[in-house]
């Protein structure tokens, strides 16, 4: 049973940054893509930013393009959102995800975290 652990979230101000981690357990991170999404109440479900199987692609959503920047370190079974230069409209839950897609930015995702809260204030 794969399960994804995310941390890292919390309260900052806007302009400030904050490290998101996911933890991959019963499995290893290096057998899946993973990718970082969030929800802010009373909207949709937006796909934030996604690295492939081996990292060797990777998306960014324009509205986080610049500031926020995806890793992942397959050793630890853990993938990293680095968000910089955060706005109050980043402000949302974020929830990781694996896909078993093993080429490029998959569509599909199999497992999900809890997600972490992110707020910013400004």
């Known amino acids: 049973q794969v399960q994804l652990v995310e941390s890292g979230g919390g309260l900052v101000q806007a302009g400030g940054s904050l490290r998101l981690s996911c933890a991959v357990s019963?499995?290893?991170?290096?057998?899946?893509?993973m990718g970082w999404f969030r929800q802010a109440p009373g909207k949709e479900r937006e796909f934030v930013s996604g690295?492939?199987?081996?990292?060797?692609?990777?998306y960014v959503a324009d509205s986080v393009k610049g500031r926020f920047t995806i890793s992942r370190d397959n050793a630890k079974n853990t993938v990293f959102l680095q968000m910089n230069t955060l706005k109050p409209e980043d402000t949302a839950v974020y929830s990781c995800?694996?896909?078993?897609?093993?080429?490029?930015?998959?569509?599909?995702?199999?497992?999900w975290g809890q997600g972490t809260q992110v707020t910013v204030s400004s």
């Open positions: 690295i492939s199987w081996k990292g060797g692609s990777t």
């Open positions: 019963g499995g290893t991170s290096s057998s899946y893509a």
């Open positions: 995800a694996a896909s078993r897609v093993v080429a490029g930015i998959p569509s599909v995702w199999d497992y």
